[in-house]
């Protein structure tokens, strides 16, 4: 009798032989299909190609829709697609679901929609029974030319990997929404309000910097890490482009306060949720000119690494010391979590 | 203090006015955006427009993955559009998801995919906390030429009005699939098989007939009536376009299995939820035609009607005497399942 699964998302490999046998791939107009570091579909359509990305919100937030705006639009970004119409599935607790709550929940979508000049141009909404809080769907569709678009496995042999505004700019807004009290034992009020904050500044959404890096040139690969933090964004992309990667740790942007968040619960920064955070792999001789057009329109950039042959591992240097980069079967912010 | 919504849609009139609030009408791309009537969105596309559609399954099946990929197809295929590509979010509960639930369900979405030449492109799939059954929400992507789709607002005076199949098909399955010792009480265990089998003969999927309807020509106006059934279908159609109607409440078709079903737990037919019948409006010249086309394929179907003024109503002729058609606020398959 084989167990049964923990929360979260499917062990990879089980949903790797699902797919392989389930995936009907003959349709040559679908381009770029489910894979691992593949963060949206990428279907053929006319003389461009349609980007189509799925993903839910299934976590209690008062910010449900416009996470789901933002989760979406980024993996589509992130193939290098302009996000340009959305379609929402709702579902609705009973016996607790009033018009204010859709309310929220809608003018969370539009404000979203609004912010990345997205359409939100239908869905389904209905109350479900046997729900204890809202869930939401989003499906975004987005649009680029049939050559405009990267995925997680076009990276090379000395491509340069860079990394937009920092590390764990997600969990620390989802920490201080979900813990303020424990929070505010160690630090000011100020502070919290500031990490609040960190959705809108330096923000959730990565769709300006993916679009000035796909106008700049190029980009061979782009991953939104997401659950399992930057070092899971880095393995997917290696393992999905069949190479190693070296990245040094002291170059990785981390900012204050999800620094300190971090510490206060022990968590390894590299493996915390990463939205906010754009993993960019270029062609060498771009890299400089992407990181000077990035940083005149303001948006921080690092260089954090390069693409190594596939027998080098991957791998990270940390006081001059290379080691293999960790691995996180879960997301490190599951421990702030579980303790309640 | 408003009140709780129950369970199921959200109130027509509560929808409209948050959609009018919030959704963002201003992409001149957006052809067909929500609306009643209105089974999908319409983006244009290059030379083409792209259909899609989200809908979720929410009660429990052993079926859902099947179910998702039909459902969605059918009011992709009702838009005029061919269902093309499917990705699908899989939310599965905490305890109780092992191998073969995800195998079960992948085979279904692979079953229903194959049987209507779909391809499954992605999605995401997890464990989610806090859920007793599993949920799947589809996104169904359809495409057709710029003058090649049509909604359920087309319909003008003087149309044709068919119906495919016959009603409450879907309705037949699910009774006899939830209530089969409650069926089995009246019915002989041959009479309970024929009705399990209703969702692949006469069939819960449309997307035949809407093709076939589409290449006839004269298409006014498609839709697939669902919750609400036949009656609520009907009056989606008739809102949306501005117009009246007169069924004949004797020509629209309804099944041996579905009659006695109905008789015995005392439900109007024409207000049991009725995937499998598509409803056609055509121009009064190509009813004829359209009709031959769709016998001469095996499909059976009916003139139940026509498009009047708006100030003639909406209105039925039973037994000689034209009244107005019922209206149903909820589907009448509730009385069967709140009964436990």
Redesign the interface.
Same mark, same amino acid.
């Given at each position: 009798m084989?167990?049964?699964? $923990?929360?979260?998302?499917?062990p990879a490999e089980?949903?790797d032989r699902?797919l392989r *046998?389930?995936?009907? /791939?003959?349709?040559p107009?679908?381009l770029v299909? $489910?894979g691992i570091g *593949?963060d949206?579909?990428v279907?053929s359509? /006319? $003389? /461009?190609v !349609?980007v189509?990305?799925?993903?839910?919100i299934?976590f209690a937030t008062e910010e449900i829709g416009w996470y789901a705006v933002n989760i979406n639009a980024n993996d589509v970004a992130a193939m290098g697609a302009t996000p340009?119409?959305f379609?929402?599935?709702i579902?609705?607790p009973?016996?607790?679901?009033?018009? #204010?709550l859709?309310?929220r929940i809608?003018?969370g !979508?539009?404000d979203a929609? *609004?912010e990345l000049g997205?359409?939100?141009?239908?869905?389904?909404?209905?109350?479900?029974?046997?729900?204890? *809080?809202p869930?939401l769907?989003g499906?975004m569709?987005g #649009?680029t030319t049939a050559d405009g678009y990267v995925s997680g496995d076009g990276a090379r042999l000395g491509d340069r990997i860079l990394l937009t505004k920092g590390i764990a700019i997600e969990a620390t807004a989802l920490i201080a929404m979900e813990k303020s009290d424990e929070v505010r034992t160690r630090f000011s009020d100020e502070f919290l309000e500031t990490c609040r904050r960190y959705l809108r500044q330096p923000g959730l959404s990565v769709v300006r910097e993916a679009r000035l890096a796909m106008e700049t040139g190029g980009v061979r690969a782009m991953h939104d890490p997401t659950e399992g933090g930057l070092a899971s964004g880095l393995r997917e992309i290696a393992v999905a482009s069949g190479v190693g990667m070296l990245i040094e740790e002291d170059r990785i942007p981390l900012l204050p306060e999800p620094e300190a968040l971090c510490a206060f619960y022990g968590l390894d920064p590299l493996g915390v949720i990463a939205s906010g955070a754009l993993l960019i792999v270029v062609e060498a001789d771009r890299a400089k000119p992407l990181a000077v057009r990035l940083g005149d329109a303001g948006i921080p950039v690092a260089e954090i690494g390069s693409v190594q042959p596939p027998e080098f591992g991957i791998r990270i240097r940390s006081k001059g010391e290379i080691t293999d980069l960790p691995a996180f079967d879960r997301d490190e912010i599951g421990k702030v979590f579980e303790a309640t």
């Open positions: 084989p167990p049964y699964y $923990p929360v979260g998302k499917l089980d949903l699902i *046998r389930y995936a009907s /791939g003959a349709d107009r679908l299909g $489910p *593949r949206a579909a279907i359509f /006319g $003389p /461009g !349609l189509s990305k799925t993903d839910p299934t340009r119409w379609l929402s599935t579902l609705l009973e016996d607790k679901t009033d018009a #204010e859709v309310d809608f003018s !979508l539009a929609c *609004r997205i359409t939100l141009c239908g869905g389904h909404t209905e109350i479900t029974h046997g729900l204890d *809080r869930l769907i499906q569709l #649009e």
